[in-house]
């Protein structure tokens, strides 16, 4: 049983559990205060592998909550931490994951998919804009504002994120670069990865999501799952695959290409002529930036409503 900090039993009452997570596990709480419904993702630092990796990487993922502002990335209302765990009060996505979504066997109206995945985008390119990989995008770590189809996603955990060392190759740079060895300016600077690896997940979530199962998976008769990756083979099984628009099928192949610099980067992508389409665009930018009361209200004050009975009394 968990053991919640004072303060955080002061501000908040805690509830049942709602998510399964690898790392910790997500509980409903309220805010004794406003009753309002938060959700609370409890992370024990045991997890991590070493103590050393385990602040350094979970300070890194704070500091990445508190910093991220976007529609489609989950926002951080409160943080708690003891010894040995983390707590962070997150606003509730009554959705859940979106695993629980596809993974009924079949995948998603390819529209529906559609408006998940191009909100998946802005998401993941505000980030590389911010210079922060995510590196885990999974359904698990995709999550829905509400049971409706057509609602707002949110991406989450960025344990494995990592913040693109801008600032230690900037100031390498800073100084007479004539000395510099050619590596330290290509892409092989950052550890090998880069943003593309955000692409190449997103295919898997894409082809995921329109076919109901995974491009890669373990099969007895079939290589490994790494293996299978390595060499990027996947198939669109014809029975799953119908009725999917051709144009659907070629973004998830031009993102599930080994080659990084050959492989759709995030913005090429959301200039693919799939994500061309004016109502879901502007379906998603409704929900993503919903009008607030004071940008819906007349220029003129409301009439008061008595007056509107009076009319049709
Ligand atoms: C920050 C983070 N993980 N970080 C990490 N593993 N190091 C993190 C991971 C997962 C979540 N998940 C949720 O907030 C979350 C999962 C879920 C399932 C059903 C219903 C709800 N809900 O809010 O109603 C859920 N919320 C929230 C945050």
Redesign the pocket.
Known sequence: QTIFPKEFQEKYLVSRG???????E?K?AFERATCKKV?V?I?NKKNFPSVGTATRN?ER?IEI?RRIDHPCL?KTEDFYQTEDTYY?V????????LFNRVKAGHGLDEAVAKLYFYQMLMAVEYLHRNGIIHRDLKP??I?LASQAKTCLIKV????QSKILEGETLSRTLCGTPSYLAPEVFTRAATTGYGPSVDAWSLGVLLFVCLGGYAPFYEHPSRPSVQEQIIQGEFTMVPSKWKGISDQAKDMVRKLLVVDPSLRLSITSALQHPWLQDPAMLAQANKLMYPPQDSDTEPSHNKRPREDEEGDNG
């Open positions: 709602i998510g399964t997570g690898v790392c910790g997500v409903l959700a993702k992370i979970a993922e909550l989950i962070i997150l606003e509730l996505m009554e959705g859940g994951e698990e770590n999550l989450t955990d960025f344990n």
